[in-house]
């Protein structure tokens, strides 16, 4: 009877063990799953026509914000202001578009957004142009209203566009921005920014 009682314990013991380690097991999986794509360094993206919208490391502020990189194809890159990029236009002198994910924005949490201001127009002006934002995962980014006094560069007369992005844990952001890229039409003008999670072979 004894030897029986025994041989339940060892069972139960050895059950409970092998239950933790693979517990431990797709823990460590879960780990590796949501680190980050490897940094690239600035240069290597200028040689694939990437601009990086931020002197800093474009890495360097996550996961409260993951800019993503403008593909300047056509070379319509001029300067970077703040968390801006400031790109050429055929029809206005100049086009401003600060666009990735922040963790807070704002009365805003979790979005996608693509802020957009044009070089000598105001609020009445911007409200004449067309601007369309649309992200190959996500879809339409909306016009949102913004109260002024909680928002940065509230100096500028710009224009809004979100859409929220549902997380669980604040890691879950690198497969949602993964292979996605947000293209911005200004006045039928295109412009695409990339996710800083894309891998450059």
């Not at 909306?142 to 002024?148: A, G, N, Q, V, Y």
Request: glycine fraction near 6%.
């Amino acid at each position: 009877m004894k030897k029986i009682y025994c041989l339940i314990l060892i069972l139960f013991f050895s059950c409970g063990t092998q239950q933790s380690f693979d517990k431990n097991s797709d823990s460590s999986k879960d780990i590796e799953k949501v680190k980050p794509t490897p940094f690239i360094p600035r240069k290597k993206l200028l040689k694939n026509g990437i601009v990086v919208p931020t002197k800093s490391s474009y890495k360097s502020r996550y996961y409260s914000m993951l800019p993503y990189l403008y593909f300047n194809g056509r070379g319509d890159f001029k300067s970077i202001k703040g968390d801006y990029i400031s790109l050429a236009h055929p029809n206005h002198k100049e086009v401003n578009i600060m666009c990735g994910f922040w963790s807070k924005y704002g009365e805003h949490k979790n979005i996608l957004l693509a802020q957009v201001w044009v070089e000598g127009y105001n609020q009445k002006m911007l409200d004449t142009l067309t601007i369309q934002v649309k992200s190959s995962k996500h879809g339409t980014l909306k016009l949102t209203p913004k109260k002024r006094n909680n928002y940065r560069y509230s100096i500028f007369e710009e224009r809004l566009y979100t859409t929220e992005i549902t997380l669980d844990k604040k890691t879950d952001i690198l497969k949602k921005v993964y292979d996605d890229v947000i293209t911005i039409f200004v006045g039928g003008y295109k412009y695409e920014f990339l996710n800083p999670e894309l891998i450059l072979d």
